[in-house]
């Protein structure tokens, strides 16, 4: 990704979404950029996440919190819990879907962020919330709906790009959280990368010990990026 070929727009200062009372700032991909999705494939590589049409990397003055993080996934092997957790989900059926809105999807999205994420300001997502936060016309998109004798009860949000595979969002029935479908769905996201040959499953930002985001070291080895380079965490 070189400097001649996209602008590097800045957000203006926004509430932090993971720490209360932070301000945050990002930097974006020119969103009008004519092959946004070869640069995105690339940026992934440098910390680059997608929101939507927007490919961010968290620019924060003074803060350093938000660290891009990925599994090798030819090196990663799950550990006894992992291994309980592909047991116990064994019973469903994962179906690669085209992205997009249906009123099932919307059903399921909206208990989600109602059951696990009150108050966090996406409470009453409309239908075009879901489709402007979760899709993009350009990018290579797959919805991979996981069910239990066609009840939908998961959808990953997965990005397969030439570089890699992406866990954008998941989201699924907080009634069935005894299942561990958000560790589930990343084990079936590296199963993805491992069938289409890609080295890295990218996974966003780790943040030390926040309790939505510390669960990542848990997929080991995980590589973080610092000082421009990738190292084991």
Known sequence: MRSDRVRLLQTLPHG???????????????????DLPELYATAL????????????????PGCRACV????????????????????????LELVPAAPGFTPERHALYARYLH????????????????????????????????????????????????????????FFDPEEAARGLGTYAVLRQIQLARERALPHLYL?????????????????PLEVLRGGGWEPL
């Open 45 to 60: 590589g440098r910390g680059f996440r997608r929101a939507g049409g927007h490919v961010y990397i968290p620019h924060c």
């Open 204 to 220: 966003g930002f780790w943040i030390d010990r926040h309790p939505k985001m510390d669960y990542k070291r848990r997929f080991r």
């Open 68 to 91: 891009p993080c990925r599994i090798p996934v030819d090196a990663f092997e799950p550990d006894r819990s992992q291994r309980r957790c592909l047991a116990r989900n064994a019973d």
């Open 16 to 34: 932090c979404g993971y720490f209360r009372g932070r301000t945050a700032q990002n930097l974006v991909l020119d969103p009008s950029a004519a």
């Open 115 to 170: 059951g696990r994420h009150r108050g966090g300001g996406m409470d009453d997502a409309s239908d075009e919330d879901f489709t402007r936060f979760l899709t993009a016309p350009w990018s290579p998109t797959l919805f991979l709906e996981l069910r239990k004798d066609g009840r939908l009860l998961a959808v990953a949000v997965t990005d397969v790009c030439t570089t890699g595979v992406s866990a954008v969002y998941t």
